[in-house]
């Protein structure tokens, strides 16, 4: 289970759509349009640091996704993905700029994000089952938003476990315990 604090995050980095400036939900011609504007912002960004990518635009949800994919993309990732999630942030207020709505773009570089959340709904799974079968409490490292959003949805659904999260950015992390 989740904590008040967490679902409040959780709804509005992940669940809910954005609004646009009247307060209606955001349509796809809008998360369309959205895509085409980081893609061109991604397009320049890539010529300026001379790097080689395709650029794939997509609408899941509620929110526009883009990728890049090519050859080596790690500088744009960096260590840990801290680079991808400053470029996201950029992108985003790139976004923002254009069409005056806040932005719930999601950035991937060379398929690292995707990889992440396979690695995360693992962890959690994993973790998850070891609390249901021990009964011992298990804190896991510090996370992003998104990563944890990844984590407690895994853990969610393991019968027998709830999961919550604890402490203050950036160290909030993600706690596990019999429910």
Known sequence: MTTADEQEEIVSEDSQPAADAEGASTDVSLLEREGDIA?????????????????????????????????????????????????????????????????RLMLDIGGHRARRRDELSELGRVRAEQVRDTGETARLDPMTPFERKVVHDAVAAVDGVVSESEGEEPERRIVIRRG
Not at 51 to 80: C, K, P, Q, W, Y
Request: glycine share 10%; charged share 30%.
């Open 39 to 103: 893609a061109d912002y991604l397009e320049a960004l890539l010529d300026i640091a001379d790097l080689d990518g395709d650029i794939d635009i997509d609408v899941e949800g509620s929110r526009a996704a883009v990728s890049i994919v090519g050859a080596d993309l790690s500088r744009l990732v960096g260590t840990g993905g801290e680079t991808l999630e400053a470029l996201q942030e950029l992108t985003r207020l790139a976004v923002h700029r254009e069409t005056g709505v806040r932005s």
